[in-house]
């Protein structure tokens, strides 16, 4: 079977990879070779499903808690299982046991257990909450690994328009570019900045509290930390704005006064594809099968719903070749 996947975010490889496992004949087209469009490039990279249960359905623990073996199955030695540390300023304690109270997975660790866990912010932080079981990746890695390893295993990549009809199916993933045209989907702008310091070392992601800008920081190693992320509902893509760096910054600091004086290496905006309940679909439209609205989701729950996207081809071209 011949399919055609629009899109090489993490939607689209992870469904060209589902695809291919099943010996399809793949082709995945992206206009950027370079990740430049995909909001994939800029994510933090969390697989973090009892965290997010904070703010989402319970869907998204159920679909995502198995995410971390989808990867490894996918791209071995790429997932780091090192949990989440959650903390919290001391005037936002109450924060902190709200975030407990809403999630499950976790344990409360006192002053001493924080340090052992993570010795640079000893001393900082009187008490936290570790996810023990969520893990992370470096998204640029792995979507980079990812394309390389389905490149190297016969899937086609290009950025020339391709006629359809030399396709049997076609899964459409660009993600935010079909706000307008897919009802109901909209943007999340979502900002983040890259600090390097070699002053302190993170072993996993770290989320600060905050009532009104929750922020986290993850380790990418080599004295770099992605700092993330906005989350404001606006389709505009424009630079990150300076009030955005300047809360980022300021939680980065909270975080540790050693971020003062590391370098920026890279701010970003992406725009999140989100439906109203902000959980990923995947639909077969007129000519093809859509998966979008991964909103804050799409390393969390790219390779379930890919899954479901092949099931989808696989169902209707089988049901094809029988009725023909
Ligand atoms: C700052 C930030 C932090 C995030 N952190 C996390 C996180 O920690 N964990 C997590 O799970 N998720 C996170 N997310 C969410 C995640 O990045 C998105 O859910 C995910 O990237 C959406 O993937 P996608 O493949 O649908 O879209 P995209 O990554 O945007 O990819 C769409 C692709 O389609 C291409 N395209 C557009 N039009 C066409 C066309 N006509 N034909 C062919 N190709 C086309 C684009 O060039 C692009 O490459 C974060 C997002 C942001 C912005």
Known sequence: ??????????????????????????????????????????????????????????????????????????????????????VAPARDQSELKRFSSRTTGHRWLGEDELAALEPAIAGRFGQGLFFPREAHLDPRRVLTSLRDKLAGGGVNFTSEPQPKETFDDVVDCTGASRIGRSRDLRGIRGEMLYLRTDELQLTRPVRLLHPRIPVYVVPRGGGL????????????????????????????????????????????????????????RVTREAHAVVLNGLYRHGFLLAPAMAAEAADLVFSRNFEGAHAS
Not at 244 to 249: G, I, K, V
Not at 266 to 277: W, Y
Request: hydrophobic residues 50%; aromatic residues 8%.
């Open 225 to 280: 930390f992605m700092v993330g992320a906005t989350m404001i509902e606006t389709e505009f893509d424009g630079p990150i704005t300076a009030r955005s760096l300047m809360e980022l910054l300021n939680a980065a600091y909270t975080l540790h006064p050693a971020f003062a004086d590391a370098t920026v290496v890279e701010t970003g905006a992406g725009i999140r594809p989100a439906f109203p309940d902000n959980f990923p």
């Open 1 to 86: 079977m011949r399919v055609l996947v629009k899109g090489g975010g993490v939607a689209g490889l992870a469904v060209a990879h589902a695809l291919h496992m099943r010996a399809a004949a793949v082709t995945v087209i992206d206009p950027r070779a370079d990740f430049g469009q995909a909001a994939s490039w800029l994510a933090g990279g969390m697989l973090a499903p009892w965290c997010e249960r904070e703010s989402a359905d319970e869907a998204v623990l159920r679909r995502g808690e198995d995410a971390a073996d989808r990867w490894e199955a996918m791209l071995p030695g790429e997932v780091a299982r090192q949990g989440t540390l959650v």
